[in-house]
């Protein structure tokens, strides 16, 4: 018996079949979401995020709404303090980091999130898709999956991210980003992907986003954030402490702490008490918002890197580390204390 022809009609039935179930190529599944995101006028989905990037695991949940136009809106909660939330707003005016807790927000003028990775943003994961020649693919029972490079600019250590988009209705399911060792380090899932083109500019506006938020928060700080314990970075770059100062302020305290080594920095840690809305403090930054461990989002410029935890700002500076090393030190300050 001649098996050669046997066996090549099977494999080409096969394939009609595959075909005629509608099996889907990469370049079949790229081009339907590039038409998706092409055709949504805006999109609302809640996401969990697992970071595991500390010596402690985070959880975050998030709720993103986008307006065609550019417009975003990214709300990150802590699971284990709702008062350390911190919302991403991306306007006709630029982009900002509101901190409600503390009544402040950073302003930049930013191509965010256009200059770098975002795992929670629908948009953003396609950009890497298409951007990464070597992407891979593959078609599982209920998932289209690809494998691409990120291009987180100032984080480096984790260059690789799996996307997982829903068979039937091409959404977003699940994303991990996964350090050199492949290692997933963070990880998101979304839940409630729904097209949405009832917003409005103002759902986008500072004010009433920070209206909104403080509505319950304390206007005078607690004891227990006046006094926070001070943290110290895990990650020095061989560098010391050198020195440490604390002052008291009106509203806190502020500890100038300044290492000595390699390469010198100086970390700020103040605690101050929150403030009414009209004295609103609003800072703006010639720089980047960057995505931190823990899900906090500092502002990042040349020589100094800035964020908030609950009521605690953090300023980190230095004349000699890179931005990459900032966000490093940075890192390794969350949820570390004296020695």
């Known amino acids: 018996m001649k098996r050669f022809p046997i066996l090549f009609f099977m494999a080409m039935a096969l394939t009609l079949v595959l075909t005629a179930c509608g099996e889907q190529s990469k370049e079949d599944v790229v081009k339907k979401l590039e038409e ?31 307006k065609k136009k550019d417009f975003y809106k990214v709300e990150l909660e802590n699971d284990q303090d709702e008062k350390g939330s911190q919302i991403i707003l991306k306007n006709d005016s630029g982009v900002y980091v509101l901190t409600p807790a503390l009544n402040k927000s950073f302003k930049f003028q930013s191509d965010w999130p256009e200059n770098t990775s975002q795992p929670y943003l629908f948009n953003s994961l396609i950009k890497d898709i298409k951007a990464d020649a070597e992407t891979e693919f593959n078609a599982t029972d209920n998932h289209y999956v690809f494998k691409t490079k990120t291009n987180y600019q100032n984080n480096q250590s984790l260059p690789y991210q799996e996307i997982y988009f829903d068979k039937k209705s091409y959404t977003p399911v699940m994303v991990k980003v996964f350090d050199q060792d492949m290692t997933a380090l963070v990880e998101v899932q979304f839940s409630n992907f729904s097209k949405d083109d009832s917003f409005k500019e103002t759902d986008f506006d500072v004010d009433q986003n920070m209206a909104m938020s403080s509505s319950d928060v ?23 402490l050198w020195d440490k100062q604390e002052v008291e302020t009106e509203n806190g305290k ?10 010198d920095f100086t970390i700020i840690q103040e605690t101050a008490a929150t403030q009414p809305a009209s ?18 989002v500092g502002a990042l410029s040349e020589q100094k890197l ?3 935890d609950d009521a605690t700002t953090y300023h980190l500076a ?17 949820g570390y204390s004296e020695k």
């Not at 989905?45 to 998030?62: C, F, L, P, V």
């Not at 580390?321 to 300050?333: F, K, P, R, W």
């Open 318 to 334: 230095s004349n000699e580390l890179t931005q990459d090393e900032m966000v490093a030190v940075a890192n390794s300050i969350h």
């Open 218 to 240: 304390p206007v005078t700080a607690s004891e227990e954030q006046t006094e926070a314990e001070v943290l110290y970075p895990e990650e020095t770059l061989g560098a010391s």
């Open 279 to 296: 004295a609103r403090q609003s800072v703006e930054v010639n720089g980047e918002p960057v995505q931190l461990s823990g899900g906090l």
């Open 36 to 66: 998706q995101e092409s055709e949504m006028k805006g999109y609302k989905t809640d996401a969990s995020m697992t970071m595991k990037t500390g010596k402690e695991e985070q959880k975050y949940h998030i709720q993103i709404s986008h």
């Open 254 to 263: 502020r500890v100038i702490m300044t290492y000595k080594g390699e390469k």
């Open 306 to 308: 800035e964020w908030n």
